[in-house]
């Protein structure tokens, strides 16, 4: 299943259009919250606040997800205590690399060299110890438990972007000018060919959306996803 699921992904990506991790992830999460959630303030139930299958995941677990996320993008200082709208994000955020990293378990993906990992995180470390050990400290979670966190984070960004991998189409010219004839309004004073290119990269996108919200809604239902904060 592995082999199957990097070979499509080879297969399956056409040259035009990329897409860096973060901006993966910033595409997921808007498509995860255009989904109805349960309602929810953050007054906490016995500091869970969310849930997927039967796994919990407590408030604390978010903190740590969102210090680890600052700590990887340079952001400082990474441990901020988040309330309100900020917090209920985070922990649909979390909930969310969950949900994916159980659906990467199912492919026994292990999403490249784990040396790679190793060594940014190292860097990362050296840069910044302190920032490193006010992670671990703040919420009495060991350096293997972050470490962990870590590698565990890497591994679902990549498996993401095999996702958006698979996703990718090739357009056709045909395909192409039948959009740009469909859409005189869009294109006035222009020739096809000069709009040829930026056609096949708007649908490319387009095509990527429209997989990933039907897979992110496969995800919630087969995983089962609710938010535990009090309604």
């Given at each position: 299943?592995?082999?199957?699921l ?50 919990l995941i ?10 680890l ?31 994916v ?9 292990e ?6 990992g190793?060594?940014?995180?190292q ?8 920032e490193w ?20 984070s ?10 958006v ?11 192409a ?24 990269v ?15 809604q ?14």
């Amino acid at each position: 299943m592995v082999n199957k699921l990097r070979s499509h992904c080879e297969q399956s990506r056409p040259p035009g259009i990329a897409y860096r991790p973060k901006a993966i992830f910033l595409l997921l999460f808007s498509l995860f919250f255009s989904f109805p959630l349960f309602p929810a303030k953050t007054t906490l139930i016995n500091g869970t606040a969310a849930s997927v299958g039967k796994d919990l995941i407590t408030v604390q677990d978010a903190y740590v997800y969102r210090a680890l996320q600052r700590f990887k993008s340079k952001e400082y200082p990474a441990v901020q205590i988040e309330t309100g709208e900020n917090l209920k994000r985070t922990v649909q955020k979390a909930a969310f690399e969950h949900m994916v990293y159980l659906e990467l378990k199912s492919f026994e993906f292990e999403g490249g060299a784990k040396s790679s990992g190793d060594k940014e995180l190292q860097d990362l470390k050296r840069q910044k110890p302190k920032e490193w050990e006010s992670i671990s400290s703040k919420f009495n979670v060991s350096d293997k438990e972050l470490t962990d966190k870590y590698q565990r984070s890497v591994q679902v960004e990549r498996f993401m972007q095999k996702k958006v991998d698979t996703l990718t189409p090739i357009i056709t010219d045909a395909e192409a000018e039948k959009f740009f004839k469909e859409n005189p309004g869009r294109f006035k004073g222009s020739q096809f060919e000069q709009m040829k290119n930026n056609i096949q990269v708007l649908l490319k996108k387009q095509h990527i959306q429209k997989g990933l919200a039907e897979w992110i809604q496969f995800l919630k239902e087969k995983y089962g996803f609710a938010i535990l904060l009090e309604g």
